[in-house]
């Protein structure tokens, strides 16, 4: 089971260049088993209202289809989730990346991510 950070996630629509030989060919051969939070869609949302990012249509047409064209699978922020990020090592100050590590560190799955601070917790496996 594999994790999309919000960026891989967008890279993943936007511009594979951006990923490397290994991360390119782990997607291709776990089509079937990638994973999203949820909470990279309000992240992106976000972004997107404040112009920092641009996405080609509404949020909801656009999660929607990636969603579709990737058969990406959807985790909520459930409850454990949101207890176990606030509760992580102060190593990264963003909530929606600590909400992605918890996610991550619940479910034992591993990231796709660029962020070099994720690597500072231990219980997860970051790829890049």
Same mark, same amino acid.
């Given at each position: 089971m594999i994790l999309l950070d919000t960026c891989a996630l967008i890279w993943l629509n936007d511009?594979? +260049?951006k990923f490397s030989k290994k991360v390119i060919s782990l997607i291709t051969e776990n089509l079937d088993s990638l994973f999203v939070s949820s909470i990279s869609f309000m992240e992106i949302? !976000? /972004? @997107?209202k404040k112009e920092k990012l641009h %996405?080609? @249509?509404s949020l909801e047409e656009w999660s929607n289809r990636i969603i579709k %064209?990737? +058969?990406l699978n959807v985790i909520p922020v459930s409850k454990d989730i949101a207890v176990k990020a606030p509760m992580l090592p102060n190593l990264h100050k963003d909530p929606f990346d600590r909400i992605i590590i918890a996610?991550? !560190?619940v479910n034992k799955m591993k990231i796709i991510t660029a962020d070099k601070a994720f690597k500072n917790y231990t219980q %997860? /496996?970051?790829i890049w």
């Open positions: 511009d594979r +260049s949302g !976000i /972004k @997107s %996405i080609p @249509s %064209i990737y +058969s996610t991550a !560190i %997860i /496996k970051v």
